[in-house]
Structures are given as C-alpha cells and as structure tokens.
C-alpha cells in the first residue's frame, strides 16, 4: 500500500527505524477551494471566464486582439487557452462525439464558419477528448455572387467594389431577437451591414438574446444568504422567469443552540421563554438564553405547601383544602383533638381531654406534659434512711410529705470536727486528713548514708513533726576514702588524683559485602575502677547502614552491606568519667561484577500512558527492572527481547502540552546475585490522560488520506488476492472523533452522476483517540476477502468501517471501477450526500485535484505503477504486510528489529 502524492498531510509523527521523531502535528490547511469547472454564460468576449484581461490572445471578429483563459475550460467545445486543443484534460466517456469550434468563440455559427466534430477515445471508465476535425475559421472575404460572409463578421462582401445602382445586398440575420440588415453600394464599395441587430447577452427574459436559436439557455445565479446556519442556492432560468433557490437553508426562529439560526449575523440574541407558573400565589419567571443555554428563571415566586390563610399557597387552583391537623395532646391522661381551617382560620379542637395539675403519686402524668410526678422530690408516705455510718456517725430515718418533700431527719448522730486522734471524727471516710501524724508518736530523721547519722522527729498537737533532735548531717568531700557528702561516693569532684583509661583497638581488617568480621579490643583503668564500652561507625561508603553487633562489648562483630571503606570506632569510659578512644579501618570489596548499564530510548509523549521502552537486548543471566517514578513496574527476564510495552497505564496522565512528567529507568541485576546491578540513566516521559468524551470532526484535528490496496497473498488476480482502494481518516487529538452527521464524497471533474461515490457516517464511525480510520472500496470484479482486517490484529489505534461504497440511485454502475485521478475530487465534509459538491463552508478536508505525473513524495509503501496510476482492468502485483496499515501509530515501529516481533 502506498499514500498517492495527492495526501494532503502536514506534521504527521513519523516513526521509523530506530528510535522515533515525536514532534507535534502541526495544523493542516483544510481550506482549499474546489475549482469552478463552470463557464460564465454572460462571457462573450473570448477573455478569461471571470471577464477580466489575460496576456496573449487571438484575433477577434471587430479585429482586435480576443483574449485567452489562463486553463481550459471544459464541456464548451471551444479552444478557451488558445493552445489548439479543445476540452483536453477533460474527461468524457469512450465513443461520445461532440462539437468544437477552434477559432474565437465570437466567429462560431456566423457567415462561413461552422463547427467541427471531435471523438472521444479510450478503453477506460473515462477518456479523453480527440482532435476539433472539420471545424472552419474566418478566411479573407472572397467578393463573390454568392455572398458569402467568408470571414465571419456578419457582413458578406463587404469592403468589395460594386458599380452605382447596384442592388442593396441582404446581411445579418433574422433569428431571436437579431434584426438582418442590408449593404448599399456607396462610392463603388460595399457599406458594412447597416440597420442590422447583432446578439446581445442571453438574459433571463424569454428572449433569445444571443440569437443561437435557444431561449435562456445555461443562466444560473446564486440565491439566499450564508450568514449562520443559512446556506446559499442556486436559481435557473426557465421561460424568462427565475425559480426557486434550490440547495438553499433559510433563516428559521432563533433558537437557544450557540448557533445564527436566524442568519442575522448574531447568536441567540433576544431568545427568551416562560418559566414558572401563574395559578394562585405563583408567579411565572423568565429565562433568558447566554452562549447556548437558557439560564436561571428570574423573578418567578414557586408554589409552597398550603397554609391556612385563605390563599391559593400551592397554585393548585384550590384554597386552604384539606387542612386539618391535631389539637391537644395524647400525653398522660390527656387525649388529642381536632382541628379544622376554614377561610383561613382554625376552627374548635373537637374531642379533647385538656391536662390537670400534676400529684405526687409515682403512677400518673396528669398535667400531661410527658413527665411523672414533676417537681417531686418524692412519693408521699415513703420513708427513707438519712444521716451515715460512716466513721463515728449514726444513720437515722425521713419520710415523704403531701407536698414530695422529705422531712427532718430522726435519730441519726452527726459528724464533728477531724482531730488528729488516729479516728475519722468528720465521718467523710478518711482518717485524720491534714494530719502529718497522730499527736505524741514519734520516728527517726536523718540519713545513716556514709558519715551521716539519724536522729528522733516528734508529732505536735497539730499533728505535724517537730524538729530532727539527735542527728549529723553531711559535711565537705575530702580525700580520705570516706563518704563525707552522704552521696554514696566516695572522693569525687576531683579531691584525689585520677587518671584516664586505656582503649585498644584490632589492626586493620579486610573482608567482603555481606561477610562478617570480628573486631577483638581491650580497655582498663589505671585507677582500678570498671570500664564500659562503645562502638561506632565513623566513616562509611555512601548508601550504606551496616553497624558492629553488639555495641557494648569490648569485642564486636561488623558486616560491611557495601563495598569501600570504613573507619570503626572503640571508645572505654572509667568510673570517673574519663573516655579514651581508638579506631580500625574496615575495607569491603564487592562480590560480583556489576552488569553494564543498559541504554534506554523511549518517546518523549505518551498518549496511552503505556509509554514503549526500548532498550538493550537483555543478556542471558541479567533481569531488567523498570521502574517509574521510583516504584517498579515490571521485570523482563527473557534473554534478547529489546523492548516493553505495559499492559495497562503505569502513571496518572494529564492533557495534552504538556500531560504529566513520569521519569522511567532500568536496573540490569544478575540473576545469581540480586543485590549486583547497574541502572541506566532516567528519561522522562509526558503521560497524556485519554479522554473518552467524542468530539466533532474538524479541519484542525482530521486528516484525509486515500490508499491504493496491493495484494497480500496471491496470485493476482485470483481469490486469495487482496486488492482495492481505502480512504483513511488520522485522528490528531487525544480525544475519540465521531463521524456521524458527516460523508465522504468523490466526483471527477465534471461531477457527472457515474462518476460519483460516497458513504454516509452512522454513530458507529468513531475514529480512535491518536489513531485511524479506514474504509476499504473493492474492485467490482475483485474476489477480495481482506483477511487481515478480520480482528484488531495487534494494530494500535485502527478503526476499519463496516460501509461499503454506495452507488447513485441514477447509475448503479457508481460503485464500480478505480477512483479517476485526473481533476478529480475526494472531499469529507457536513451534512449527508447530495449529487452536487458540498458547499465550501461545510467540507472539513479534502484532496482537490490530484494528479498521476506529480512525483510520489509522501509517506507510504511502493503500489502499482509507482505512484497509485491504477486503471480499470489492471491487477496490483506488490504484497504487503498486514500491520502496513495504520503504521505510523503503531507502538513497534520505535523499535529497531522488535524482539518479541508482535507488539499489542
């Protein structure tokens, strides 16, 4: 398969090789015009078709210089480019004839000049025009008896020697609405053709004003406005009278659509509606449409439950109906009634019991205020105990008055004041609280610590203890080997002489990571005093957490976790305080030979956030981990596979410029020792979020591409052949791009109905977010299956239509034979198919003409003939691959010789 050289693409990302390009698409210009194959009816003066001047020319009929279009119009049978030739490069259908003139069109069909015929040649769906034989040009006038207008000017003889008297001479002609003249022999030379009317314009009048025997022949103009939503049409000439504006959208009511639906040049301007309702207390709003929505309802008062107030309240149209609700209460022995409204107010409470005052009979709610006996403190006639036993006290009794309140507590011995007497007096459950101690014991003060001795406090009448009598307290610290101070130390501060530990420390070690070693070291005290113990890590490799095993010994254990060197640290501390310190250096070197770093490449933008990592083949006894965002993803131990693509998203995504940053790098560690690796340098990678909201197509997020299919398999032709032609749509947006609404739509130059195919887009015509769309037209004799578009087969991003090709109601025989390169035109654009060109406004891209001679300059594989110069009746020979299609967003093509070889 091969893009034609007509694709219109720019700024595709192109992915090949080793590697990958991934710069932005840029925008695609999907504004180019169709050309106007038309021919300006009102143009007589042989100029160009639009009126205007143009360099060279021929002569005219009044002599001077007639001009010449700049391109061949087509169907008019005249030379317009003044090149010899007429209608060349116009398509027509083998075997036509059709007439031709090769002179100045202002000379066809008078005096001596007459047309000429040409043959249409070819064995192909379409042919081409053969040389105007037999067409004949003005020629110097021949004075003859005759009168023939030999050079076609109207006039025959004129300028030709006559003799006074001779008879006038018919000239001109009769017909439509051209008047004949007559040349008078004057001073022995023929007059021009005086009193004759020559051709005019043909207007829409019924008139034959050109005087070619036809009456309003080939007059169109266009109709209506293409201001919103309206569209222009078309009006033809019939009989002098101008008809209908075919093809025409007209303004309608504006409505709240974001859209000029009344095509006054303004959106949604003075669109308003009702809101609300306006029965009983409501009043109706309004809403007012902004930017295509009807905004809030302003000023509506909305319908309330109803209330007795002689009002409609909930707009129903009733007042105060059905309002009854509950009087009194069912608390206590107090029973509920009814009420009942009536024009707006609240009748009697029917059948109620009302409350009483409330006694203290510990059963009853009388006042009915769901409490009993409220404001009791009691049930009258209960007793109950008062006072304590607590202590020196005695309980008594109380009993329960008319009233609920319980009287004077009877024969109960009350609490007095706490003496210090080892009783509780104030009866609160402790004994002697504020007291020190019971008034006249006693007990021993003091310290009997080192040199100190106790002696005897004794307890007051208050009682507190008095003062420490008998007793020696501690004196100054002298150097005597007693303790003095009382502190239990014995000369300290200094008051002796001292002197500092010693600390011994093993010679240097060597050993390998993960092995230990032991470290044997010594200490004393020259004063005789213990000693303890500490080691510590001084110096150590960068990463590395080992520490010595025990901490407090003098001899430890060390394990080295990384290789290089390392300073330990012995420090031996006396019963004095003194610290003496000594070191051993340690050096580790490593187990293995570390893996070299694996070389990574991966493409700067993800739009799946299953970025492809593409690295060195794994070698045998290595596994790789890759790791985003330092947390690993995945590990490939397979030996010679050179690539990753994850199975599911790896990072959270953003949108598009610039999505989210996720650096990505692989460890490489040997198999045998997991703990031996290398990593490869980090590379970030912008994870683009996929939107799954669809979008309408746009000139800025489509591009429109036609393919010619070769054969994948074979022979050609033969039923195993795969052969045919495909429109592909790339979608540029990380957004899904639906199709329908829209159609594709392809005529030649002349836009004849057998000349035309097309497809309408239904719902189901979703282009994938950064992926393809494509649909498949076969040969009318083809016996294609297309086997490789059986499933998504591994390719990334395609979408294949289930459509076909249709046919013109008019000419089924539309869908067959190759697409015509020459002048035609392939177009995606609004609305569904209609047998005319879509008007400009609503074609979203296309490809308008192409060519079969321009050099094959796009991206794509060889097809027949080079450049896709596919004829009826020709067989493609070039097989391809299936995964051809779609190839520049597969993921794979990043990788250089991708092993695996099938990559999801």
């Known amino acids: 398969m091969r893009r034609l050289s007509f694709v219109v693409v720019l700024g595709l990302v192109t992915v090949a090789g080793s590697g990958c390009s991934c710069s932005e698409p840029s925008l695609i210009d999907a504004t180019v015009p169709f050309l106007d194959s038309g021919l300006d009816a009102s143009n007589t003066d ?61 000379f066809r069909g008078v005096g001596a000049c007459t047309d000429g015929r040409m043959l249409c040649s070819g064995d192909f769906e379409f042919g081409e025009w053969g040389p105007c034989e037999g067409s004949v040009g003005p020629t110097a006038e021949v004075c003859d008896a005759a009168g023939i207008d030999e ?183 107090c029973v509920a009634g009814t009420e009942t409204c009536s024009a707006g107010s609240w009748g009697v409470c029917a059948g109620s019991t009302p409350p009483g005052p409330e006694l203290c009979d510990g059963t009853n709610d009388e006042n009915c205020d769901g409490a009993v006996d409220e404001g009791c403190d009691c049930i009258t006639g209960r007793m109950r105990g008062c006072g304590t036993d607590v202590g020196r006290c005695v309980a008594g009794s109380q009993t329960c008055n008319a009233s609920g309140m319980w009287g004077a507590c009877m024969g109960a011995t009350d609490p007095r004041t706490e ?191 299953r970025p492809v990592v593409e690295f060195t083949p794994v070698p045998a006894g290595i596994d790789y981990e890759l790791v985003v965002d330092g947390v690993p993803y995945a590990t490939v131990t397979n030996t010679g596979y050179n690539y990753h693509r994850p199975t599911a998203p790896i990072a959270v995504g953003g949108p598009p410029s610039p999505g989210t940053n996720s650096s990505i790098y692989v460890r490489a560690c040997r198999e045998t020792e997991p703990t031996c690796c290398t990593t490869s340098a980090a590379t970030t990678v912008r994870m683009v979020e996929e939107c799954t909201t669809p979008v309408a197509p746009t000139p800025l997020n489509i591009v429109f591409s036609e393919y010619v299919i ?35 739509g392809y005529c030649n130059s002349t836009c004849s109905p057998g000349s035309a195919r097309y497809m309408n887009f239904s719902a189901a015509d979703v282009i994938p977010p950064r992926g393809v769309y494509v649909a498949i037209r076969e040969r009318s004799a083809s016996m294609c299956s297309y086997p490789f578009f059986g499933g998504p087969g591994g390719i990334f991003g395609l979408r294949v239509s289930g459509l076909q090709m249709l046919p013109l109601p008019s000419d089924p025989s539309s869908d067959n034979g190759w697409f015509a390169q020459a002048g035609g035109r392939f177009w995606i654009a609004r609305g569904a198919y209609s047998t005319a060109p879509p008007n400009p406004m609503d074609v979203l891209t296309n490809i308008n003409p192409y060519s079969t001679t321009a050099a094959c300059t796009s991206t794509g594989f060889p097809a027949i003939n080079q450049c896709g110069d596919i004829f009826a009746g020709s067989s493609p020979t070039m097989r391809l691959s299936p995964n051809q299609l779609g190839r520049l967003w597969r993921p794979c093509d990043a990788v250089t010789s991708p092993m695996p070889t099938v990559c999801n």
């Open 419 to 609: 003496t210090c007497d080892g009783t509780d007096d104030d009866c609160d459950g402790m004994t002697d609280e504020g007291c020190d101690c019971i008034t006249g014991s006693t007990r021993a003060c003091g310290s009997s610590v080192g040199e100190c001795r106790q002696g005897t406090e004794t307890c007051d009448a208050m009682g507190h203890w008095g003062p420490c009598l008998g007793s020696r307290g501690p004196t100054t610290e002298v150097c005597n080997m007693r303790d003095d101070n009382c502190n239990m130390m014995v000369d300290e501060g200094g008051v002796c002489p001292r002197f500092p530990p010693t600390a011994m420390c093993p010679a240097m070690q060597t050993t390998g990571v993960g092995m230990s070693v032991a470290l044997v070291g010594a200490g004393s005290d020259p004063d005789g005093g213990a000693v303890g113990y500490r080691w510590t890590v001084v110096t150590a490799p960068v990463g590395s957490t080992a520490t010595p095993s025990p901490t407090a010994t003098a001899s430890t254990s060390f394990t080295p976790d990384a290789a290089g060197s390392y300073t330990l640290q012995l420090c031996v501390t006396d019963d004095e305080g003194e610290r003496t310190c000594c070191t051993v250096a340690v050096t580790a070197t490593s187990p293995c030979m570390a893996p070299t770093a694996p070389t990574v490449t991966i493409c700067g933008t993800s739009w799946d956030r």
């Open 151 to 333: 050079d076609c000017d109207g006039a025959p003889n004129d300028g030709c020697g006559c003799s006074d008297g001779d008879p006038d001479l018919p000239c001109g002609r009769d017909e439509g609405e051209c008047a004949a003249g007559v040349q008078r022999c004057v001073g022995g030379m023929r007059t021009d053709c005086e009193g004759a009317i020559g051709p005019a314009i043909e207007a829409c009048d019924g008139l034959d004003n050109d005087c070619d025997g036809n009456i309003d022949e080939f007059l169109a103009r266009g109709c209506g406005v293409a201001v919103g939503v309206c569209r222009r049409g078309t009006e033809t000439c019939t009989a002098g009278v101008w008809g209908e504006c075919a093809g025409a959208v007209a303004p309608i009511d504006e409505l709240c659509d974001m859209l000029d639906n009344d095509c006054d040049g303004m959106v949604d301007e003075e669109v308003r509606r009702t809101c609300g309702s306006d029965i009983g207390a409501c009043v109706a709003g309004t809403e007012t449409c902004t930017d295509g929505v009807f905004g809030a309802c302003t000023g509506r008062v909305d319908a309330v439950a109803e209330t007795c107030n002689g009002m409609d309240d909930d707009c129903d149209s009733m007042t105060d109906e059905g309002l009854v609700r509950g009087c009194g209460t069912d608390v206590g022995l």
């Open 46 to 106: 042989g100029g160009d078709v639009d009126g205007g001047d143009v360099d060279g020319g021929r002569m005219g009929r009044d002599g001077g210089v007639s001009g010449c279009s700049t391109e061949e119009i087509c169907d008019d049978g005249l030379d317009a480019d003044c090149d010899g030739l007429v209608d060349e490069g116009c398509g027509c259908v083998p075997g036509d004839t059709a007439s031709c003139f090769l002179d100045d069109p202002s």
């Open 710 to 744: 070769d054969g994948d398999g074979g022979p050609c032709p033969g039923p195993t052949c795969e052969a045919g032609e495909a429109i592909e749509l790339t979608n540029l947006s990380h957004c899904p791009v639906e199709l329908t609404g829209n159609h594709f």
